[in-house]
């Protein structure tokens, strides 16, 4: 079998997304015609039908779902060895940190310290992004190591485990339930997460990205339509009774507020910081950084502040 192009995993993603070969073609900037051809060529090639057509629909076949998703695996590797190269190619490189903000559990600043000690002359750019994002931005070479929370998608990744905290319910101090100086998941029933998530199950989000009729309690604020992701934003509408949130006792600290009541959830999974990098990364920074962010996280656990007290 003759080696495949990125062309051709590209045509063949395309269709197997959309299902459809005028759409896919549409999206490719091409006629229909030549897309059929390539695929039809593909399949030639690899001696399998990854698409079974009628003359109203298009269907994945056993091969092709599983063709689709080594393709996008490779796909995204030649995409991230672009990036990768093109950032080792600029004059004064810098390593590559991704993480959501205020989810360092408070190491970021002492981590960042220890480790220009050990290499001073390469600084540290941070790529900021929403929940879920760092790992996707290490797998498409946009950053050389992450700051994550568990669970994450760790695919092609190695990853350390740093700090194991607590997680606690955020609620406006004007919410009943913050009379109670402790909580259960199943108390929180009618209250929504940031992403949409209902507060009693601490799920994935919904398919529909959170948007959608509120289910607040009455005389609440209604819930935003929109998901909040930056911390100043959400906790501006946990304080207006539009959310609550599970931020982990180090934020809690850091954000104490009048307007907010912080109160322990018994049966809440407590959240794991992570140290991740690629499985293919042979960069002495990244080794650099993995060793510091270890080391610091286990100077911190040796040195572990008290509980967070109830407070408003």
Known sequence: MNDLEARQLRYFVTVAEELNFGRAAERLGMTQPPLSRAIRGLERQLGVHLLERTTRQVTLTPAGEVFLRDARTALEAIAAAGRRARHAARPAPRLRLAMKADTDAGLLPRILSAYQDEDAALAVELVLGGRGEQAQALREGR???????????????????LLTEPRVVALASTDPLADRPSLRLADLVGRILPDGTPADQDGPPPLNGGRGPSTAQPGLVAGTQQKATDLTQILSLVELGGIVCFPTVSVARRYQRPEIAYRPLSDLEPATLTVAWPQNARSAAVAAFVRVAVSIAAATQDHEEAPLSAAT
């Open 143 to 161: 950053a050389d190591v992450g700051l994550l929370v568990s669970p994450f998608d760790d695919r092609d990744l190695d990853f350390e485990p």
